[in-house]
T-cell receptor, first 117, second 114 residues
C-alpha cells in the first residue's frame, strides 16, 4: 500500500526566508507521481507542483521547487523567498498506476506553515 | 480559480437524509475525482470517473454513489447520512485517465450532518 509521511505538523518561518517542507513516501510501484498542494484557510486546494518518478530533473514552478531524491523516497517542497501569503496547509500527495488501472491520490496529513513578518 | 465548479458550497442536513453534490470539471478534462476531507481521516480518495465510466474506487462507503453524465459533470450521492459524514467534499478534474496527470480541485462542498 502507498503511504505519504509529512513529519512537520507545523512550521513558523520568517518572511523572505526559504522554507523546506518534508515529504517521504512509500510505494512498490515503479511508476508514480508526486504532487504538492496548498490549502489556505479559505479551504480550496491549489495545485503547486508535480514530479514524475522517471523525471530526471527536479521540478520547478516559480518560487516552488521539488527536491526529489528517489533512493531516499523523499520529495521535499522548497519555497524560496517566503511571503505572508504562503501561510497555509501544504499537502504532499502521490499517484500510482497499478495493474494498468487508474487510482486517486494518496495524501499526507499536511504541514501547517505560518510565515511571520 | 481552478475552473472546476462545485455546488452547493455549504449543506446542512439531518442524520438519515440523502444529499447530492454536483461538480463540473474544467473545460476539456475528462476525469472527475471525488475526495473527502475530515479532521480524523484527512484527505481520502473516494471514486474516479473518466468520460462517463467508473475507473477507480477508493474508500467509498456503500451508502455513497456517484455518476458522470454525458456532459461530463458529476454527482456524488450520499444517503442515510451519519454524523461522521460531516466533511469537506472535493471534486477534482484532470485531462487524462490516470492519476499521473495534475488534478485541479474545485472549491469544495462543506457538508454538516446534525
Amino acid at each position: 500500500a502507498q503511504k505519504i509521511t509529512q513529519t512537520q505538523p507545523g512550521m513558523f518561518v520568517q518572511e523572505k526566508e526559504a522554507v523546506t517542507l518534508d515529504c517521504t513516501y512509500d510505494t512498490s510501484d515503479p511508476s508514480y507521481g508526486l504532487f504538492w498542494y496548498k490549502q489556505p484557510s479559505s479551504g480550496e486546494m491549489i495545485f503547486l507542483i508535480y514530479q514524475g518518478s522517471y523525471d530526471q530533473q527536479n521540478a520547478t514552478e516559480g518560487r516552488y521547487s521539488l527536491n526529489f531524491q528517489k533512493a531516499r523516497k523523499s520529495a521535499n517542497l522548497v519555497i524560496s523567498a517566503s511571503q505572508l501569503g504562503d501561510s497555509a496547509m501544504y499537502f504532499c500527495a502521490m499517484s500510482h498506476r497499478s495493474g494498468g488501472g487508474a487510482d486517486g491520490l494518496t495524501f499526507g496529513k499536511g504541514t501547517h506553515l505560518i510565515i511571520q513578518p | 480559480d481552478s475552473g472546476v465548479t462545485q455546488t452547493p458550497k455549504h449543506l446542512i442536513t439531518a442524520t438519515g437524509q440523502r444529499v447530492t453534490l454536483r461538480c463540473s470539471p474544467r473545460s476539456g478534462d475528462l476525469s472527475v475525482y471525488w475526495y473527502q476531507q475530515s479532521l480524523d481521516q484527512g484527505l481520502q480518495f473516494l471514486i474516479q470517473y473518466y468520460n462517463g465510466e467508473e475507473r477507480a474506487k477508493g474508500n467509498i462507503l456503500e451508502r455513497f454513489s456517484a455518476q458522470q453524465f454525458p456532459d461530463l459533470h458529476s454527482e456524488l450521492n450520499l444517503s442515510s447520512l451519519e454524523l461522521g459524514d460531516s466533511a469537506l467534499y472535493f471534486c477534482a478534474s484532470s485531462v487524462g485517465d490516470d492519476s499521473s496527470y495534475e488534478q485541479y480541485f474545485g472549491p469544495g462542498t462543506r457538508l454538516t450532518v446534525t
